[in-house]
C-alpha cells in the first residue's frame, strides 16, 4: 500500500475503508464513429446512460464493491465534462469511481499529442495526477497507454510519457496491451519504470503460459478482462493459468475485471459491450458468470479476496 487515501471522482477516500474493487471497467466512452468527442455533445445519450448505469454500480454493492477503476483516457470521451459525468454517477450509486490519465492509441490522439513531445505530454500526466483533470480538481489514479499491435514510435512516444509521470509520482501504469507485451515491458523498465507499477490489461488475450510466467516473474501485474468470450482465449485454458499463477506464488498480480461500458455509437444510439455473450449485460457479470467458474476451476475465497481487494487497491494506492 502506497499511501492511505485513494482518490476518487468525488474526493480522496480511505483506503482501510474500501471493499472490494473492478481494476478495469469503463462507464461511457466516445471510440467509434465520434473518436475524441465528448460526452457533452450528446446529453440525451448521457442522460440516457446515466440511468442505466446507477442501477448497475448499486447492483454491485450488494456484492461488496465500493469501488470501480475507470481507465478510460484522453481522447476517448476523458475530460471535464466526462469528470462531472462521473461524479454523478458515482455519488448517485455510492460507488466510487477511480479516473485515469493517458492517452488511447495514435487514431484517438488529440493533435496537440502528435505535435508535443514526449516529455510535454508526461509533464500533463504529472500535472494531472497532482493538481487534478482541468478545473476540476479531480485527481486520476493511473496512468492509461495503449500497444494494439507494433511498439512503433508513436507507442513508444505514449510509453515514454507514461514513464515520465510515473517516475515523477509513483501512480501505475495501465497498459491495454494486447501485443508484443514483452517489449512493452522491457522498454518500460529501460525508462527505469518499476516492474511491480506496471498492469498490463488484456493480458488473457493472444498469451500463452511462457508469456504469462516470463511476466510474473518480472513482476508484472496481471489486468485479465476476457472472461467467457472464448474467441479471445479458451477458458479452460485461462482458468488453469489463474491457478498456475497461484501455485507459483503470484496471487498478488493477479486482477480480474470483465472491461464492461456502455458507448456513444451515435447522435441516436447508446450501445453495450457485450463481448459476443448474451449474459454479459452489466457490471455484475463478473460476480454471477466469472467468480463462480474461478471457484469451480480452484480459486478459494481467500484467493479471490485478495484479487478483489488488496490488489486493485494497490494498483490505484500511490504518492
Known amino acids: 500500500m502506497k499511501n492511505n487515501t485513494v482518490h476518487s471522482a468525488l474526493g480522496e477516500v480511505n483506503a482501510s475503508e474500501m471493499g472490494w474493487i473492478h481494476p478495469h471497467e469503463h462507464l461511457l466512452i ?3 464513429e465520434h473518436c475524441g468527442e465528448s ?16 442501477p448497475m454500480l448499486k447492483e454491485l454493492a450488494g456484492y ?27 455519488a448517485s450509486s455510492g460507488v466510487s469511481v477511480f479516473l ?6 495514435k487514431a484517438h490522439w488529440p493533435q496537440w499529442a502528435s505535435e508535443w513531445t514526449a516529455e510535454k505530454i508526461g509533464e500533463l500526466f504529472s500535472r494531472e495526477l497532482e493538481n487534478g483533470i482541468g478545473n476540476t480538481g479531480v485527481r486520476p489514479c493511473v496512468i492509461k497507454a495503449a500497444v494494439d499491435g507494433e511498439l512503433a514510435a508513436s507507442e513508444r512516444k505514449v510509453l515514454t510519457a507514461c514513464a515520465i509521470a510515473h517516475r515523477n509520482t509513483g501512480a501505475s501504469l495501465h497498459i491495454h496491451s494486447i501485443l508484443h507485451r514483452r517489449a512493452t ?17 488484456h493480458v488473457d488475450m493472444i498469451t500463452s503460459e511462457d508469456e504469462f510466467l516470463w511476466l510474473a516473474e518480472r513482476g508484472v501485474n496481471f489486468v485479465t478482462t476476457n472472461w467467457d468470450f472464448p474467441h479471445h482465449m479458451d477458458q479452460e485454458e485461462a482458468h488453469r493459468l489463474i491457478n498456475l499463477l497461484i501455485e507459483k506464488g503470484h496471487l498478488r498480480q493477479i486482477l480480474v475485471s470483465i472491461d464492461f461500458a456502455l458507448t456513444i455509437e451515435s447522435r ?5 459491450w457485450t463481448w459476443d455473450n448474451p449474459e454479459r449485460t452489466s457490471y455484475a457479470y463478473l460476480h454471477t458468470g466469472v467468480l463462480p467458474k474461478l471457484r469451480a476451476a480452484g480459486v478459494t475465497d481467500a484467493h479471490i479476496e485478495t484479487i478483489m ?11
Open 268 to 272: 441516436w444510439c447508446v450501445g453495450l
Open 64 to 90: 461488496g464493491v465500493t469501488g470501480l477503476v475507470d481507465p478510460t483516457p484522453i481522447g476517448i470521451g476523458r475530460d471535464e465534462d466526462y469528470v462531472r459525468f462521473v461524479q454523478d454517477v458515482s
Open 30 to 32: 466516445c471510440m467509434r
Open 309 to 319: 481487494h488488496d490488489n486493485p487497491l494497490e494498483m490505484i494506492s500511490w504518492g
Open 100 to 105: 485515469a490519465t493517458g492517452l488511447y492509441g
Open 39 to 54: 460526452v457533452a455533445a450528446y446529453p440525451g445519450n448521457t442522460e440516457y446512460a446515466r440511468r442505466q448505469l446507477v
Open 185 to 201: 515491458v522491457d522498454f518500460l523498465c529501460g525508462l527505469s519504470v518499476d516492474p511491480t507499477r506496471i498492469y498490463l490489461a
